[in-house]
Nanobody, 119 residues
Framework: QVQLVESGGDLVQPGGSLRLSCVAS????????MAWYRQVPGKQRELVAT???????TYGDAVKGRFTFTSDNAKNAGYLQMNNLKPEDTAVYYC?????????????WGQGTLVTVSS
């Protein structure tokens, strides 16, 4: 019953920045962790970043030092700040959230938001 709404994808020039948002909604749930994945047509979905409910983060090697994952627990939201974007960052970005609802653990994918980095 938990749903994710993603936003923030856009067309941006190389070196530019974007901020992606992922907001979870539902009743009686708590988020255990969030992750951002990205996928290019014809290629495997790639893990970009993760964050726990305690705020601990991890990043894929391709984005380390350029992307920052933050969260607002009160809003059940996660944000991916993407700086110094490169053409190879072009992909559909998906939010993935693990949560507990009524004592049951589950997970859900967002709908995806398109990021295009091009001059």
């Amino acid at each position: 019953q938990v749903q994710l709404v993603e936003s923030g994808g856009d067309l941006v020039q190389p070196g530019g920045s974007l901020r992606l948002s992922c907001v979870a909604s539902g009743s009686g749930f708590s988020i255990n962790s969030m992750a951002w994945y990205r996928q290019v047509p014809g290629k495997q979905r790639e893990l970009v970043a993760t964050i726990t409910s305690g705020g601990d983060t991890t990043y894929g090697d391709a984005v380390k030092g350029r992307f920052t994952f933050t969260s607002d627990n009160a809003k059940n939201a996660g944000y991916l700040q993407m700086n110094n974007l490169k053409p190879e960052d072009t992909a559909v970005y998906y939010c993935y959230t693990r949560y507990s609802q009524y004592h049951i653990n589950n997970a859900v994918w967002g709908q995806g938001t398109l990021v295009t980095v091009s001059s």
